[in-house]
T-cell receptor, first 113, second 111 residues
Framework: DTAVSQTPKYLVTQMGNDKSIKCEQN?????MYWYKQDSKKFLKIMFS???????INETVPNRFSPKSPDKAHLNLHINSLELGDSAVYFC????????????FGSGTQLSVL | QKEVEQNSGPLSVPEGAIASLNCTYS??????FFWYRQYSGKSPELIMF????GDKEDGRFTAQLNKASQYVSLLIRDSQPSDSATYLC???????????FGKGTSLLVTP
């Protein structure tokens, strides 16, 4: 039973399209995150939610809109996709703050053509 | 954004040797420090965390923290080929609700 699951695993799309990535955790954690890992493997925080409330928005373009319908789910919608959005997007969760272990999903490889 | 710096490598060590991975951070207020391991094509997984100055040992892994020098390191004793991966240093952000990651050090353990 996967702890943090995200779908889809691969996403190939054209520039200008809109796409969504879904994430669910069954660990009962209070905090969820979206991280972006670029081609040079740099893992950068995008958003952090605690109990459905946005805590961190790290200067991400407003084409990216996270939504947390409940504390077990954190989805990411991306409008008007650009070439530079190509990356691996990781969802993660932790029991409380980020001072505790982060559990990562398996990642979504987004390729914008 | 506060910086977390790592040498990207690759760091190559022979099997059985000690691998030493280093990390510096810029935010003096940081309180929590982590080492994550990421195999190619996989997600990061936590291998060590340290909160206090000094050393912390767990099996073949030792994390070292020096807050005065803003320096964290990870030692891997008796390195195995299965340790070949990218090691990510991470430091908590001021809010406590996210980690800043370094760019990772690629470790290659040769048989």
């Amino acid at each position: 039973d996967t702890a943090v699951s995200q779908t889809p695993k691969y996403l190939v799309t054209q520039m200008g399209n809109d796409k969504s990535i879904k994430c669910e955790q069954n660990l009962g954690h209070d905090t969820m995150y979206w991280y972006k890992q670029d081609s040079k493997k740099f893992l950068k925080i995008m958003f952090s939610y605690n109990n459905k409330e946005l805590i961190i928005n790290e200067t991400v373009p407003n084409r990216f809109s996270p939504k947390s319908p409940d504390k077990a789910h954190l989805n990411l919608h991306i409008n008007s996709l650009e070439l530079g959005d190509s990356a691996v997007y990781f969802c993660a969760s932790s029991r409380g703050s980020a001072n505790e272990k982060l559990f990562f999903g398996s990642g979504t490889q987004l390729s914008v053509l | 954004q506060k910086e977390v710096e790592q040498n990207s490598g690759p760091l190559s060590v022979p099997e059985g040797a000690i691998a030493s991975l280093n990390c510096t951070y810029s935010d003096r207020g940081s309180q929590s420090f982590f080492w994550y391991r990421q195999y190619s094509g996989k997600s990061p997984e936590l291998i060590m965390f340290i909160y206090s100055n000094g050393d912390k040992e767990d099996g073949r892994f030792t994390a070292q923290l020096n807050k005065a020098s803003q320096y964290v390191s990870l030692l891997i004793r008796d390195s195995q080929p299965s340790d070949s991966a990218t090691y990510l240093c991470a430091v908590n952000m001021a809010s406590g609700y996210a980690l800043n990651f370094g760019k990772g050090t690629s470790l290659l353990v040769t048989p």
